[in-house]
């Protein structure tokens, strides 16, 4: 069954960096556009970044844009998040998401259960 | 960026009545809508793709419609797995893709 993991979360200081990590399985990973998505805690859902099933193309949101960095390792079918000079807004628990395409556009069929990042003094 | 915008906030329903959820966006999105469940400490879970299609696994009970900019997640008969929260996501404008910021629907 599709399975994914993330890791990597914790309590870092403003200005700091943390890189999450998400491991997939029970499906080829290298086919499937993955994105990012947090929740503020009490908050509702929003879309931080998105790369391609190679890896080619990548999108951020505004909001993080020029602070994170998306990647995968298709050999290792894990996607990861680089985030750096993080804020205190960034405190949320992030999830990893694998999107399928629908007839125009690509929605989200599976998450994972998510890693909560806090980023505080 | 496209506005989703659920209603209402918090719905208050007795088990074995029907649930209607709203969700407007504020430019047509076509069918390029889908529905999750949250539950408390739980990720989202896919309940309706293409605004009326229903995911793999998902009961009956459940079903969406619309079209454009108005959509409709209607819960025939809730049973008490089904309180929780609902999102509305656009995929339309992908991958700018934006959610409603969700309705709670609780026991009455």
């Known amino acids: 069954q599709v399975q994914l993991v993330e890791s990597g979360g914790g309590l870092v200081k403003p200005g700091g960096s943390l890189r999450l990590s998400c491991a997939a399985s029970?499906?080829?990973?290298?086919?499937?556009?993955m994105s990012w998505i947090r929740q503020a805690p009490g908050k509702g859902l929003e879309w931080v970044s998105y790369?391609?099933?190679?890896?080619?193309?990548?999108y951020y949101a505004d909001s993080v844009k020029g602070r994170f960095t998306i990647s995968r390792d298709n050999a290792k079918n894990s996607l990861y998040l680089q985030m750096n000079s993080l804020r205190a807004e960034d405190t949320a628990v992030y999830y990893c998401?694998?999107?399928?395409?629908?007839?125009?556009?690509?929605?989200?069929?599976?998450w994972g259960q998510g890693t909560l990042v806090t980023v505080s003094s | 960026e496209i506005v989703m915008t659920q209603s209402p906030a918090t719905l208050s329903v007795s088990p074995g009545e029907r649930a209607t959820l709203s969700c407007r966006a504020s430019?047509?999105?076509?069918?390029?809508l889908a529905w999750y469940q949250q539950k408390p400490g739980q990720a989202p879970r896919l309940l309706i793709y293409?605004?009326?299609t229903r995911a793999t696994g998902i009961p009956a009970r459940f079903s969406g419609s619309g079209s454009g900019t108005e959509f409709t997640l209607t819960i025939s008969s809730l049973q008490s797995e089904d309180f929780a929260v609902y999102y509305c996501?656009?995929?339309?404008?992908?991958?700018?893709?934006?959610f409603g910021q969700g309705t709670k629907v609780e026991i009455k």
């Open positions: 998401a694998r999107g399928v395409l629908g007839v125009v556009g690509y929605y989200f069929d599976y």
């Open positions: 790369i391609s099933s190679s890896g080619s193309t990548i």
């Open positions: 996501q656009q995929y339309n404008n992908w991958p700018w893709w934006t």
């Open positions: 029970g499906f080829t990973f290298s086919d499937y556009y």
């Open positions: 293409g605004a009326s």
């Open positions: 430019q047509s999105v076509s069918s390029n």
